[in-house]
């Protein structure tokens, strides 16, 4: 049977979930409208009809104005009812479609980082916009839509009974096999809307590629190659679309001619009872406007369930989001401190996934307010320990303490306010120069602003800006240069003021004026700091306390500057390798 796997089910039920808090409501407005509209502008009109061509037929003026009057208060009270409650239920909707965004927004904050390192970006926006917006559907169209055709339906299946139940037998016989072959199409449009809003997903992502990568398409030429994948992309949305609308046309046709049969046999039925004097005339037109009712109540049923199954293909892919786990730290019951430093990793192992270990007996020790440099080549895990210490990962094996207690004593919140992070690439929000700076502590007053801007040495640019503080940066803080942006990520870190500073050296992109400016500025944001900076150019670094050379995630070399030179090792190495590339 056609319908004992229908797909979506869960999906619905978890949409109508979401309006929970206001379902009385929302119910009362959709019923109550659905009801008004259905009896009061449909079932009752069949009936006036019959005594308007009655009065005609018989040319009885009082039975004609009697049905005038009752349709003119029969529409008006209906039509009313119908506004105000429409206006109650989509307010629901308003609301209920405003919370699933807070919701959905509020999730894909408190996901893990490397959820966002699993998907596309623009799948994932596709899924937040498309798929999201989608769901509005269920609520306005869908569900009421299925209720009017069931309360129009069911009205006129009763009414015909009542007038003569072998044209109510036929009729909804025909209405039946209409239902059936429509929910028999169900399945089949699921599976092709999924892959519909597949393909909308990965057009999102060469579209978000677009606008990140436009300055490298140009300069590598890439725009053939990347519309080639573009227009694949939209060819196979195109194909999937034709497919689809091909069933509906197929699937049209067989509504259409089970209609016309059902129509044709009522007037035939119809005809020959009114000839045989078995029933008036106007009768016959309540019937054949019954019969419409009941085909509509059928093929509506049907159609909707296949425009469901496109709807909550989308919504599916919502829900994989939604369902992903959010962020989550698991106590340590043995919390006990085990030195004074103020971060200590010890015997770490960990991996990205199961193929590689990135970190294999990691061990380092920092002390309070010392500056460790962590070196060695690319790929040999520098970033992972930031991203450890942060509290982005989780580690496979070993301990780390910070500030004397466990990782895992303390929440993700704690643990963030302890550090300051100034990455290689800084990120800046779309938005004012003060409200970048602002972010490192919100309720910081203008002045601690500004203060932080002079220490972070951007105060003096920032000033030459068109609206000094107050100027628009742009996109990721596109107006402004590289220099720039990395003071003004060093301003929110003099603002934040945490005692641990983890920094990933940018200066390998700047030119030197810039590299100085920003150098001053981290110099005085490491004072007084406990500070982890991997460093990119060993000459910044040579005055740390101490220096670690990581490679295939252990540490094979440790102590400072003209120690490790000494010492001839991996750190000699890369040291002459690099002053060598100067030279060059
Ligand atoms: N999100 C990730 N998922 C899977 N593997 C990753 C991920 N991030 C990094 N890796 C892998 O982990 C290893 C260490 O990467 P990491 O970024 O820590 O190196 P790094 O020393 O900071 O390199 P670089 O100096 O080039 O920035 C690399 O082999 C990299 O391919």
Excluded at 109 to 132: A, V
Aim: net charge positive; glycine share 8%.
């Amino acid at each position: 049977m056609c319908m004992k796997k229908f797909k979506g089910i869960n999906e619905l039920r978890r949409i109508m979930s979401f309006m929970r808090p206001r379902m009385l409501k929302y119910s009362i407005g959709v019923i109550g409208n659905n009801l008004s509209a259905a009896l009061g502008l449909n079932i009752v009109m069949a009936f006036i009809y019959k005594d308007m061509v009655n009065s005609a037929v018989n040319r009885d003026i009082t039975l004609l104005v009697k049905s005038i009057i009752i349709a003119l208060v029969t529409l008006t009270i209906a039509s009313f009812i119908c506004t105000s409650l429409t206006y109650m239920y989509n307010k629901c909707i308003r609301y209920t479609m405003t919370e699933i965004r807070q919701k959905t927004f509020f999730h894909m904050e408190c996901l893990p980082i490397n959820q966002f390192e699993r998907r596309h970006s623009g799948d994932t926006l596709s899924r937040m916009t498309n798929d999201l917006n989608n769901i509005e559907y269920i609520y306005a169209d869908g569900i009421s839509g299925m209720l009017y055709a069931i309360i129009v339906g069911v009205s006129a299946a009763i009414s015909m009974f009542a007038l003569n139940w072998k044209i109510a037998l036929y009729t909804i016989g025909l209405g039946i096999i209409t239902f059936y072959i429509n929910t028999c199409f169900a399945n089949s449009f699921r599976n092709i809307n999924d892959k519909i809003q597949q393909g909308y997903g990965k057009m999102t992502e060469l579209i978000s590629d677009l606008f990140s990568g436009i300055q490298l398409i140009k300069l590598f030429h890439l725009e053939d190659l990347i519309l080639k994948k573009y227009n694949k992309s939209n060819d196979n949305i195109k194909d999937l679309i034709v497919v689809r609308t091909r069933k509906y046309a197929v699937l049209d046709s067989i509504n259409s001619i089970i209609g016309g049969l059902s129509f044709i046999g009522i007037v035939i039925i119809g005809g020959m009872m009114a000839l045989k004097k078995n029933t008036d005339f106007g009768t016959v037109m309540a019937f054949i406007k019954l019969q419409g009712n009941i085909s509509f109540m059928f093929f509506q049923a049907g159609s909707l369930i296949t425009e469901f199954q496109r709807v909550l293909a989308g919504a599916s892919r919502l829900f994989e989001l939604l369902d992903e786990p959010i962020e989550s730290q698991i106590e340590n019951m043995h919390s006990q401190s085990i030195g004074s430093n103020a971060i200590e990793m010890r015997n770490v192992v960990f991996q990205y996934s199961s193929e590689k270990v990135v970190l294999n007996n990691f061990n380092i020790s920092v002390p309070i307010n010392q500056k460790v440099a962590l070196v060695g080549s690319s790929g040999c895990g520098k970033s992972t320990i930031i991203k450890i210490l942060l509290g982005f990962y989780t580690v496979n094996n070993g301990s780390i303490e910070v500030c004397g207690k466990s990782i895992n004593s303390y929440t993700l919140p704690e643990l963030r306010n302890l550090m300051s992070y100034v990455p290689q690439d800084t990120y800046l929000f779309d938005g004012t120069i003060e409200e970048n700076i602002r972010y490192g502590k919100r309720n910081a007053s203008q002045q601690d602003v500004i203060e932080a801007a002079i220490a972070a040495n951007a105060h003096e640019f920032i000033l030459n800006q068109p609206e000094g503080y107050n100027t628009q940066i742009g996109e990721r803080g596109a107006r402004l240069s590289g220099g720039q942006r990395q003071r003004i990520a060093i301003a929110r870190a003099f603002l934040k003021n945490a005692p641990i500073l983890l920094l990933d050296e940018a200066t390998s992109s700047l030119d030197s004026e810039s590299e100085n400016q920003v150098q001053i500025a981290l110099e005085s944001l490491m004072r007084g700091r406990t500070v982890i900076v991997i460093a990119h150019r060993l000459s910044t670094i040579e005055n740390a306390d101490k220096i670690y050379v990581v490679a295939k995630g252990k540490i094979v070399e440790c102590g400072k500057h003209e120690e490790l030179i000494n010492n001839g090792g991996l750190y000699k190495k890369l040291h002459e390798l690099q002053f060598k590339n100067i030279a060059v």
